[in-house]
């Protein structure tokens, strides 16, 4: 009796949660295993740690926006089965199995056990769906802290030991929050634009080094070029006009040298020459001429006595007349 008393509370209990406790998060699925579970029950073939489990499931996977509804019905349910601690026990024992043995160090927190407690006594599930939240807040932040260290060491990895302190600030709230609230956008916006910005600023300063490495190179091979092309092309003018000065120096200077000593002794010559011809010629002119020339020359006034060409200077039979007195000269 005391059996079939107990399974009408609890399934009075169920089906109030399945009813309008938890609204449309129990349609479908949820449904079924409730039932499933009240019919284990009734007949014995479920234990009741069972429907336990499988309420936490129920309750879990409906979680959002009827966490207080569920929470109450299920604790009053489980009151119906002994003290406290035995109901607490069971929703601990429930939660974990629905969350995964991972959970159960976040579950077995003393604010946890006391907020199950309270809610057990008093019938107010505030407090217990305050505290759950946060425990659970905080088991996802770890799960997350640990996916961020796993993630900076492949990114690390893949990307070097560089970018991992990429993987800090925004991108470290952005898996947290991806892990919390189940969106993923804001982790993949802040992972592209921090992995972005890596490679494109490493590629960024590597292009700038190359190229200014290589404008550096090919200026200072142009300006070594046009400095070096420019002494060589200023030294070959300068050879070039020195030796064509030197050149056409020595040429102005043997020609003119040549051709001056040249004219001026042939000049000198002609002149001596054409003198001598001259005086030569006044000297050997007539008789008459001389004879005028010697007067002038002597400045006597005197008239010479020239013999006549008919004359003979010579002994007898010749015709001259030997000159006596006033002669220039003798024959």
Known sequence: MRNFKYVGIVTVALLAIGAGGAGSAF????????????????TGTSSTAKVGANLSKTVTSAFAGTVATTATSAVKSLTATGTTATAGATLMSSLTNALGTSATSALS???????????????????????????????????????????TGSLGTSLGSGASNLLTGNVNKAIVGAVVTGNTKQLETAAKNAVTGAVVGAATGAVKTAVTGATTAVTGAVKTAVSGATTAATGAVKTAVSGATTAATDAVKTTVGNTATTAVSSGAK???DGASATVGSVVNTSPATTAAAQKALSGTGSTMTVASAATSSSGGGSGKTKCTSGCWSTE
């Open 109 to 151: 927190t003393s604010t946890m056990t006391k907020s199950v407690v309270g809610a057990v006594t008093t019938g107010n599930t505030t407090q217990l769906v305050n505290t759950a939240t946060k425990t659970l807040t905080g088991a996802a932040v770890g799960a997350a802290t640990g996916a961020v260290k796993n993630l």
């Open 270 to 272: 002609l002149a001596v």
């Open 27 to 42: 349609a479908g699925n949820a449904s079924t295993v409730l039932n499933q579970s009240i019919v284990g029950l009734a």
